[in-house]
């Protein structure tokens, strides 16, 4: 990104310089974005007896799914590495730090309205349906949940700890605490995964709930703690990426924003963990 | 400045517009996709006319033929109703993921940066992604056809238990949630641009009270983009989790309610009427302004007016479903809540009206689709009154006269919106001026079209003709006719429209920075570079003017 708005007053020696080359990235990924969908349709069986003919084949579906995976990654990688080369072209690194920044915090409005989608769903079931719930006494929630919510409060704290301390210059020290909030919030996860497979055992699973209560609770509490445990996990992989770029030497001068921007997903996550935390095995 | 050291890759021809960066281009090939795409609905639309205009179809004849122990008679969906219900389905589903969305998408990605006097979008490469998504969302969505079931075909609403059927045999309605989740995300990448691009990129000196308004508009439907996508994915997921992973959002016998999936897919639906529309609202005011040689009539009372639309469009989403037995108080508020939108757009169609009176008026042709536009959504915009109101909402419910309004604000509003757009900025766009004689043309063929078109369906509707049905009573085959007509004309119109802009490509460059001549009073920054704009768009900024600000 170069510094779009041109000043006015005295011309600019040329204008050219402003104007960042192509890019081929956008393009390619749109071509693991047709692959994957046709993959997952493969994998679940409907495409079977379609015209699609070869696709409906599940291994195909497993080559075009994971094929387009890392494709994607690939592209991903691609765009990275030439939004670094570039960076050079940027003229005001404020005014972009600033954008990317109003980015970021845009995009978490988006991700409330999605997790606002799956509240309204909750509260709406709750107002609705009174045996809306877990079924009285069988194992849902207890202390290990207590103990995962508390460790990842711990985490967004020690993020902002890593924040200030990078901002203060204190490298060494932000590095450590960056670790040990990517540490506390894989144990959180670690913990969800373990629950999920204990309630699943029991036979509490996305499509029935069990000893017979509602099934779609069954299907809101996967769907809203998955989608909270991919949101986790996806900021585990920016905090891993600071944390990497930390030790290759970067953020020593006024770029900050990859650690603003991990650091503020991570608040982000915790926020919507309390109110799913509340949400889920509380309110019933 | 060591951009001059720096190798940079420039690609040429071909490859430059598929590499683009530059949202001069993105915003051509959106509205190149969007000319395309919308011949192709209307063609969808054409087999949903044929289909009732064919006298077989008629009621009596399909009675008479069962009755006599026949088949059904000769029509183009008889044998085949659920061909029918694909076509409905995909109609909308194309002209509003593909045309009116990315219609305004791709016009602000062009025209807004020019405005607000910057180089580019805020993220250059994350543009490209925008418009490229649209690609694989498409390739879902057609591919669907070919797939054994056939393609979606429980209307753009998606309404369970319809929505369910033939899970895990047919993946047509599975492709389409991928298909609205790929469009959506392009959606809120936009959007996010936007956002940013406006609050962070103007030139100096032009504070929030001097945006001109097409930009003021693209800013608050980037908002209601940005909060409303992500639940329309969210609504449509909860289908596809109960179609293929044995989820129970939405089966009431498992706890889950069918009906709360309406009230989710409507939060974000009603708002994504203004999506449709809002940016049109804001460019129409420069249209206007233009050919009446006049400044906006009350610039901030229309920035105000486009936010309480905004923010007014998130609460009245149940107007669209007082038949499904709410209670009555919530019924209550989302009738005068909808009905107290019709202020702040009654605002707006005053401004128009004022800043036209007394003026030096030009009847150009986006002038003539201006005023068209005025006229048409005025009555779509009544009909919308009627709809809000609970008890003629509910004798009205899923009739023609449903099908009617909402086709005169996206055909007769959206729609000329987007063509009298299309006129004003073409020249600047691409250089080349358009004939105003075939332009004229167009705008008369497609005006009487609309109104043949759309103001028959509200008397079939309150006549009681269901909407979705490929059949019905004999009473409404003159009334249906008249509206085939009026498709035939509005198609004819369109198809000379996109000739017109696919032969203007074979002139030479002949307009100049400000073909149209309005600049003296408007001074809008877009006039102030050349036509087309370099890569760049402005070497320096012309200066904002003092004493009148670029209120326009
Ligand atoms: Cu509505």
Not at chain 1, 57 to 80: A, R
Not at chain 2, 287 to 309: D, E, N, P, T
Not at chain 2, 438 to 462: C, D, K, N, Q, R
Request: glycine share 10%; aromatic share 14%.
């Amino acid at each position: 990104m170069s510094d779009h708005t041109p000043s006015s007053g005295t011309a600019h020696a040329d204008p050219m310089s402003h104007v960042p080359p192509g890019s081929i990235w956008p393009l390619l990924v749109t071509i693991p974005l047709v692959a994957m969908p046709f993959g997952v349709l493969s994998l679940l069986g409907v495409l079977k007896g379609s015209p699609v003919g070869p696709l409906a084949d599940p291994q195909v579906g497993l080559v075009l799914l994971m094929g387009g995976g890392v494709m994607f990654l690939y592209c991903l990688m691609g765009w990275c590495h030439q939004i670094i080369r570039e960076k050079t072209i940027a003229h005001d690194v404020v005014q972009q730090q600033k954008d990317l920044q109003l980015f970021v915090l845009l995009f978490l409005c988006g991700e409330f309205a999605a997790f606002g989608a799956i509240f309204g769903f909750f509260f709406h079931r709750f107002a609705q349906d009174p045996s809306f719930g877990p079924v009285p006494g069988m194992h849902f929630g207890g202390p290990l949940v207590a103990l995962a919510t508390f460790l990842l409060l711990s985490s967004s704290v020690t993020g902002e700890f890593a924040h200030h301390l990078l901002q203060a210059g204190r490298i060494g020290l932000a590095r450590i605490m960056f670790f040990i909030t990517i540490l506390l919030g894989a144990i959180f996860l670690g913990m969800t995964g373990h629950e999920w497979g204990e309630l699943i055992q029991r036979g509490f699973t996305p499509g029935a709930l069990a000893e017979g209560g509602p099934a779609a609770f069954a299907a809101a509490f996967y769907t809203g703690t998955g989608f909270h445990a991919l949101h986790v996990a996806t900021g585990l992989v920016l905090l891993f990426m600071v944390a990497m770029r930390l030790e290759a030497g970067a953020f020593r001068g006024k770029r900050h924003f990859a650690a603003v921007a991990a650091t503020w997903y991570w608040h982000f996550v915790d926020v919507v963990w309390v109110a799913l935390f509340i949400t889920v095995y509380v309110v019933p | 400045m060591t951009a001059a050291t720096l190798p940079i890759k420039r690609y040429t021809g071909v490859m430059d517009w598929l590499t683009t960066v530059d949202h001069k281009k993105i915003g051509l090939m959106y509205i190149w996709l969007v000319l395309v795409m919308a011949i192709v609905g209307g063609a969808l639309a054409g087999a949903i006319r044929v289909q009732l205009a064919t006298p077989g179809a008629v009621w009596e004849a399909v009675q008479a033929a069962s009755l006599a122990g026949q088949g059904a008679p000769a029509s183009l969906f008889s044998e085949n109703r659920e061909l029918y219900n694909q076509m409905v389905t995909m109609h909308a589903s194309v002209m509003i993921f593909f045309v009116l969305i990315p219609g305004f998408v791709g016009f602000a990605n062009y025209i807004v940066p020019l405005l607000i006097g910057a180089r580019d979008m805020a993220f250059p490469k994350m543009n490209a992604f925008g418009f490229w998504l649209l690609v694989p969302s498409a390739v879902l969505m057609f591919a669907s056809f070919f797939v054994q079931g056939g393609a979606a075909s429980s209307g753009w609403t998606a309404y369970p238990p319809l929505s369910l059927q033939g899970a895990g045999q047919n993946p047509g309605q599975d492709m389409w949630v991928l298909g609205v989740h790929l469009a959506g995300m392009s959606s809120i990448l936009a959007a996010i641009n936007f956002i940013v691009t406006i609050a962070n990129m103007r030139a100096p000196g032009m504070g929030w009270d001097k945006i001109p308004l097409f930009a003021w508009a693209t800013f608050f439907t980037s908002i209601i983009q940005l909060l409303a996508t992500p639940v329309l994915a969210a609504a449509v997921t909860m289908v596809l989790l109960d179609r293929n992973f044995g989820t129970s959002f939405t089966k009431a016998s498992s706890g889950g309610d069918p009906v709360l999936y309406q009230h989710v897919f409507w939060t974000y639906s009603h708002p994504a009427v203004y999506i449709m529309i809002l940016p049109g609202f804001g460019a129409i005011s420069h249209i206007i302004a233009a050919f009446s040689g006049k400044r906006v009539f009350g610039y901030l009372g229309m920035v105000l007016a486009v936010g309480c639309i905004t923010f007014l469009g998130f609460l009245v989403w149940a107007h669209h479903m007082f038949s499904v037995g709410m209670p009555t108080y919530l019924q209550a508020w989302f009738m005068y809540a909808s009905l107290a939108i019709a202020v702040p757009t009654g605002i707006k169609v005053f401004s128009w009206l004022a800043t036209m009176w007394g003026g030096n008026i030009r009847f150009t042709v986006p002038m003539l689709f201006a005023i068209g536009f005025i006229s048409m959504f005025v009555f779509g915009g009544i009909g919308g009154l009627v709809l809000a109101m609970v008890p003629s909402d509910i004798q009205l419910h899923d009739t023609y006269f449903v099908v009617g309004h909402f086709h005169l604000a996206m055909v007769g509003g959206s729609v000329m919106l987007l063509m009298a757009m299309c006129y004003y900025w073409w020249p600047k766009m691409t250089g080349r001026t358009l004939d105003a004689r075939t332009g004229t043309w167009v705008f008369w063929l497609m005006l009487v079209g609309v109104i043949l078109a759309f103001m028959p369906m509200h008397l079939t509707g309150i006549l009681g003709m269901a909407r979705r049905v490929p059949v019905y009573y004999g009473d409404f085959k003159i009334l249906n006719h008249v509206s085939t007509l009026g498709y035939a004309l509005t198609f004819v119109s369109s198809l000379i429209f996109v000739a017109q802009l696919a032969l203007s490509y074979r002139r030479k460059p002949d307009a100049g920075a400000d073909p149209w001549g309005v600049n003296g009073v408007q001074q809008t920054f877009e006039w102030a570079t050349s036509s087309p704009p370099p890569v760049y768009n402005f070497e320096t900024v012309p200066p904002i003017p003092v004493a009148d600000p670029a209120r326009h």
